[in-house]
């Protein structure tokens, strides 16, 4: 079922400009979910909606796949820009700057329905807070990671085991060890005045919450970004760090996480281990 987040702009297709006139019939764009160019192709990305312009008129935001009617008859440009949940809440759609818009003219029929086949990739001037590639763990060089909690008795590890594809980040935690905190190498030169906007992508699997935070200046603060719930599997997240960052006022970051077995109002613990993997860690900005 077609999902809209947003009323027409145009008219409502029921009105006429004067009931003397014909209702005019319209057109129907029919969009499917986006083709991505780029490793892992959309399965790599979580593109659930299509921002639709057409003839330079924006006509709302749909869940793609999506059918939608339109007041628009022969060479028509439709502009479609890909959508994502912002910090994984379905409340907060929004237009993900770093893949490309897709525009494409198409000669639209009235009562005729046109397939589109949206199609993105990155855009080229990205910058990359890790360098590109190096948060899939897969190649020579990946993300330098330090262990920050003190217990030597468990330590984060790459594997291949249930991975997302190749190897990824491992964090576990136990009774015995019920805390485990891993720190990145430190990423410099952020834009941290709030223009452009700094955003972190990743997979993660969890059968436990845990905790995402920045660490900056000298000594380091804490800034803690976000708390995240447990999986069915692995999900992919893209998280505004915008915000977070200037109030800290630093240019320079790592990220932090932090897995803590969690305990009930008696102080015991609800599960005796847990588990979180990470993988394609990209903090991307322009």
């Known amino acids: 079922m077609m999902k809209r987040f947003f009323l027409f702009l145009l008219p409502l297709l029921s009105v006429s400009a004067c009931k003397d006139e014909p209702e005019q019939i319209p057109a129907y764009l029919k969009i499917n979910p986006y083709q991505v160019t780029a490793p892992g192709g959309a399965s790599w990305q979580a593109i659930t909606d299509g921002w639709l312009y057409v003839n330079g008129e924006f006509l709302g935001a749909y869940t793609l796949p999506a059918t ?4 628009a008859e022969g060479d028509t440009e439709i502009i479609l820009f890909p959508g994502i949940k912002e910090n994984g809440i379905e409340a907060t759609p929004n237009i993900y700057p770093y893949l490309k818009r897709y525009t494409k003219n198409y000669n639209l029929v009235a009562g005729q329905t046109t397939t589109i086949q949206p199609t993105t990739e990155y855009e080229t001037s990205i910058k990359y807070g890790f360098g590109v590639g190096r948060g899939d763990f897969d ?3 990946s993300i330098g990671l330090e262990n920050r909690d003190g217990d030597v008795g468990l330590n984060v590890e790459l594997t291949s085991d249930n991975s997302f594809a190749g190897q990824c980040l491992i964090m576990r935690a136990d009774t015995a060890h019920p805390i485990m905190d891993v720190a990145t190498e430190l990423m410099k030169d952020l834009p941290f005045l709030g223009a452009p906007e700094v955003w972190l992508e990743l997979h993660y699997n969890a059968d436990v919450p845990f905790f995402l935070y ?3 200046g000298n ?3 804490t800034q803690k970004v976000y708390q995240f719930n447990t999986t069915e599997g692995w999900n992919k997240i893209y998280i505004n760090l915008t915000q977070h960052i200037v109030n800290t006022g630093f240019a320079d970051h790592r990220l932090y996480f932090r897995l803590s077995l969690p305990r ?3 102080g015991n613990f609800e599960q005796i281990n847990g588990t979180v993997r ?3 860690i990209r903090v991307v900005h322009f």
């Open 139 to 141: 190649g020579g060089s």
């Open 219 to 221: 000594p380091e603060n």
């Open 68 to 71: 939608v009617p339109v007041l």
């Open 278 to 280: 990470l993988d394609n």
């Open 264 to 266: 009930d109002n008696s």
């Open 214 to 216: 920045l660490l900056n």
